[in-house]
């Protein structure tokens, strides 16, 4: 029930393109959600992130869609540029705790 | 801008050795963490530090290891005897409060023969 599944575990996209990255949880407790990158070599990075209350965030070419009655969120990339190439985790946190539960991650290749 | 340092980059050790783990948490942070990452893996949470003690640990996070920040700027992590599973790549992290974005260090490859 602590699980965070992510999918796809690989992508490859078109410079241009949009790069769509799912997550699902079962934890309703969960009530915080970032997406973070991470390059080869280095810690993961916060991108964005996304409280339950509101169905969708954007930052720039970054945007969250969240849907809570299904338990799943996803980042989407909109003009995906080769510079995006890295790997995207999602992650989720509890009210009642501190730790941030990861999923598996997606390795994105963003082609010319 | 502030970051989150650790060190070594990277330690290579025997099975059965202690190993230190040392991080230097952005100054004005109050939670602290640790996690790892098996090569290939995703990201497990091991501890959070909070007020000086434990606030959460995962079942990860057993006898073998300790936590301890020993002065005002310092946060360790220590394995007492390694094994070839802890091999991996351990991230401390740290953030001003609980919904606060957690900024992770560069982290320190654990090599264990």
């Known amino acids: 029930q602590q699980q965070v599944k992510q999918s796809p575990q690989s992508l490859i996209v078109q410079k241009g393109g949009i790069s769509i990255i799912n997550c699902a949880y079962e934890n309703t407790a969960f009530d915080y959600f970032p997406w973070y990158q991470q390059f080869p070599g280095k810690g993961p990075a916060l991108l964005i992130a996304?409280?339950?209350?509101?169905s969708e965030k954007k930052e720039g070419r970054f945007t969250i869609s969240f849907n809570k009655s299904a338990k799943q969120f996803s980042l989407h990339i909109m003009d995906s540029q080769p510079g995006d190439s890295a790997t995207y985790f999602c992650?989720?946190?509890?009210?009642?705790?501190?730790?941030?539960?990861f999923g598996t991650g997606t390795q994105l290749k963003v082609e010319l | 801008e502030p970051e989150v340092t650790q060190t070594p980059s990277h330690q290579v050790t025997q099975m059965g050795q202690e190993v230190i783990l040392r991080c230097v948490p952005i100054?004005?942070?109050?939670?602290f963490y640790w996690y790892r990452q098996i090569l290939g893996q995703k990201v497990e949470f091991l501890v959070s530090?909070?007020?000086?003690?434990?606030?959460?640990k995962s079942e990860i996070f057993d006898d073998q290891f300790s936590v301890e920040r020993p002065d005002g700027s310092n946060f360790t992590l220590k394995i007492r005897s390694t094994k070839l599973e802890d091999s991996a790549m351990y991230f401390c992290a740290s953030s001003g409060g609980r919904y606060n974005e957690q900024f992770f260090g560069p982290g320190t490859r654990l090599t264990v023969l």
């Open positions: 996304i409280r339950p209350d509101v």
């Open positions: 100054s004005n942070h109050l939670y």
């Open positions: 530090f909070y007020n000086n003690e434990i606030s959460e």
């Open positions: 992650a989720a946190l509890t009210g009642g705790g501190n730790k941030l539960t």
